[in-house]
């Protein structure tokens, strides 16, 4: 176990400009896969017993010039490609895209701005000031037990003016156009690939940018497979063409929903297994054009099971009707991702933020200018960038450290389950949760350092901490 993470470090050697910073990196991670509360790299401090003079250096790091998130995202790519059980089906890979609002209450922080939340949860308020971010993670694991393992996470929102500072960061779109473009940097890397995203992102400017991008690949590496909302109208295929005027791009206009009880006979009845669950399900498969003038073809499939009633969608018209049912039930394991993220990793526990930067108006207008607009002066412009990579730099570390942990419970979850370190009222007997790995972690931190002294990130830890747990020559208890 101990051995593959100094293995995943190793690996990411190369993306830091300096040796320094590379140690920092290592300390932050390891200390987001053990830390036992959510306050920042305090917690890391305190878990590893790191030299608290080394607070504000570790508060640096995220700011350091000797690292690019482009790169760290890439690497991370890689390295869970050639490490982890990735999840394919007919081939393809299987990626799935989310958008998560963290509140935050700052008001010089880069990128906070008003934000509707549109959950059904009684908890939640339908408005909050905060950030908007955007994941893209990759299925691990089989059938019996699967992650969603985070790849990415970037602000989508808030940030446009910010980032036109930046010269080499080509981010401009919308939130939907930069979960495609994100998705896709990591089909180059993948492969052949399926990104699943739920029904807000089925629109014309997202098909128009993976059309564009795959043509730029010379092939096409993604597909993506959504939902439709119940309103959707589509057109069938336009017919053969007269001779006498312009050719028409489509047929007959079909409402989706009104053919669940037009074709009611046609539907094909089977039984799959959805959610962990047997369940019956009716469904039908018809090809349609879609997008006012677009019109591409699509993939519908109708389906019902239980009382409901679902449209699903693919670009990808190869795909059987109950393979695109099943790949949409894998799409929550990305709330179940974001659900860990926050509770076990406290992954958006950042409080990082900027003098310069103007005061949040809690009261602005919608189509009002953005306060950094008026921003002149570089040495400030450099200041909020850098405080915006300290966000999206913590965040990144945060999915690694959580990703380890999902990966170590793929591989070592026997291993786990033998150590009777904590009590559960229900005991996993396949694949451990990521609490159960990172309470593990914590428990046999020093035992593993000790064991394994050798090892780069055992030297690395040791050498920051204010009183190093056993030297190289004493045994762990």
């Known amino acids: 176990m101990w051995k593959l993470i100094n293995e995943v470090f190793i690996d990411f050697r190369k993306c830091f400009k300096r040796k320094a910073t590379f140690d920092w990196f290592v300390v932050i991670v390891v200390g987001f896969m053990i ?43 890689e390295i869970v490609k050639s490490i982890a059980p990735v999840y394919k089906e007919c081939g393809m890979t299987v990626l799935v895209g989310d958008g998560v609002k963290q509140s935050k209450e700052a008001r010089k922080m880069p990128g906070v701005k008003k934000l509707h939340q549109e959950s059904e949860n009684s908890s939640k308020a339908e408005y909050i000031f905060g950030h908007m971010f955007g994941g893209v993670g990759v299925l691990i694991g089989g059938k019996v037990k699967m ?29 939907i156009v930069q979960m495609i473009e994100n998705g896709f940097a990591v089909a180059k890397i993948m492969g052949n690939s399926l990104l699943l995203l739920d029904r807000y992102f089925l ?25 439709a909302k119940s309103s959707v109208v589509a057109y069938t295929k336009p ?15 079909i409402k989706i929903e009104k053919v669940f009880d037009s074709r009611k006979d046609d539907f094909i009845e089977t039984t799959m297994t959805l959610y962990g669950k047997e369940e019956n399900v009716k469904y039908l498969c018809i090809d349609l054009l879609w997008g006012q003038k677009l019109y591409q073809e699509l993939r519908f499939v109708l389906v019902m099971y239980n009382g409901v009633k679902s449209i699903l969608v693919s670009t990808n018209l190869e795909l059987e009707p109950t393979t695109i049912i099943s790949l949409y039930s894998y799409r929550f394991k990305i709330e179940c991702t974001f659900r860990e993220f926050k509770q076990v990793i406290g992954g958006f526990k950042y409080q990082f933020w900027s003098k310069v930067m103007p005061k949040l108006n809690r009261y602005a207008k919608k189509g009002d200018p953005h306060p ?6 570089k040495e400030e412009k ?40 904590r009590f559960l009222r229900t005991k996993s007997n396949t694949i451990v949760s990521e609490a159960t790995v990172a309470c593990f972690l914590r428990k046999n931190i020093i035992r593993l350092i000790t ?27």
């Open 451 to 477: 064991k394994n002294s050798g090892f780069t990130i055992s030297r690395i830890i040791k050498e920051k901490q204010s009183e190093p747990w056993f030297s190289d020559n004493q045994q762990a208890s």
């Open 35 to 77: 830390r036992s509360d959510s306050l920042g790299v305090t917690s890391v401090i305190r878990d590893l017993d790191i030299l608290a003079d080394s607070y504000t250096t570790m508060i640096h790091f995220f700011r350091s010039t000797a690292w690019d998130l482009n790169d760290l995202i890439s690497k991370w790519t």
């Open 239 to 253: 017919g053969e063409y007269s001779g006498r005027g312009r050719r028409r791009k489509k047929g007959d206009t």
């Open 372 to 377: 950094v607009e008026k921003i002149k002066c």
């Open 147 to 175: 992650f969603c393992v985070p790849l990415s996470m970037k602000i989508h929102d808030g940030v446009k003016a910010i980032r036109q500072w930046d010269e080499s960061d080509t981010t401009q779109g919308s939130h």
């Open 203 to 227: 629109s014309a400017i997202a098909l128009i940018k993976l059309e564009e991008l795959n043509k730029s690949a010379t092939t096409t590496l993604l597909h993506i497979v959504t939902k």
């Open 382 to 421: 450099e200041l909020i960038l850098s405080t915006l990579k300290a966000i999206e730099g913590y965040v990144m570390c945060s999915c690694i450290a959580m990703a380890l942990l999902q990966i170590i419970s793929i591989k070592f979850s026997d291993e786990i389950n033998k150590a009777p370190f």
